[in-house]
């Protein structure tokens, strides 16, 4: 029985973050109702067969889907539950701004049958949490996350942003320390990307925030690696870190080119080899019918060996070259040969009996070594 995972979008929010480009909208908890019954619709009119699919994850984001309410969340489960087929070790994660969560609402997601929280932290610093547009504090965050722990969550992660405009190394380690002592299993920490057309872009276009120096970012980088693991946090993926047995079972699952299936506005899909996704509009959305989905692309045989090579190389064990061997029969060292002594040569990557990774400086310059697959 093959594997699958499922994707639901919630894109409602309390408020929009400064650096927030995602499918996500402020001002709109009018439409929350009728988007859940068109997300039910689409769950409920999607063809899987049971017997050859089984829901080995889900994952809930956004937006804010702690936002909503909880009841709505445990309808879309229990929605899912009557037209596919779940894992009965399935693992399903919601994320949750510290800023909108309860007790309740974590008791019932815990009830419905979720395993796993993610919460949008990002800095335990006060004021940078203001500068960026997050609503909650860092003791919002704490109260969150011990409530979650009284109530009986064992597999919790914490997302940490490096990169803040006026944020210092002083400050990641002060979140460092703070993160690290309350033992989360699961740790990502992602480089702030100036998105084009976000809060945060005028305010630095317009001279009102500068961003630390590559310098000063690069820094933070090695610090949250070193100080991880040291901890004993395994570094698995260019921006996660876990405990052994708690690496994300979904990310994994994407990044090693397995299929899922996205509902709701603007969700993305990949099954049968096609890429494709629902819109980003509204009223378009509400008018959902099974010919909706945009297709993005048809992999070819091609298509699909470069990107299992593009997704393998976001892995710190990097892409086996038996498991290439495998699923495409071809020798990936023979197939890209010319793009793989560049990186050789230029110290981004290594490869040994059955692997092809990234060194420490590709890790570094990570989006260039994946250009060169292109």
Known sequence: MKELGIYIHIPFCKKKCYYCDFVSFQNKTKLIDEYIKVIKKEISKTKIDKKEYCVSTIYIGGGTPSYIGSNYIVEILSVLTQYFNISSSVEITIEVNPGTI???????YFNIGINRISFGLQSTNDDLLKLIGRIHTYSDFVNGYNLARKIGYKNINVDLMIGIPVQTLEDIEIDLNRVINLKPEH????????????????????KELYLPSEKIERQMYWKVKSELEKEGYIHYEISNFAKSGYESKHNMACWNQEEYIGFGLGAHSYFNNVRYSNTVNFEEYFNWTENSKIIHEKQSKEDKMKEFMLLGLRKLEGVKISEFKNRFIDNPIYLYRKSLDKLVKNGLIEIDEDKIKLTNKGIDLANLAWEEFI
């Open 102 to 108: 309860d007790e309740q609402k974590l008791k019932d």
């Open 187 to 206: 740790i990502s920490v992602y480089s702030l990307i100036v998105e084009e057309g976000t809060k945060i872009e005028d305010k630095i276009n317009n």
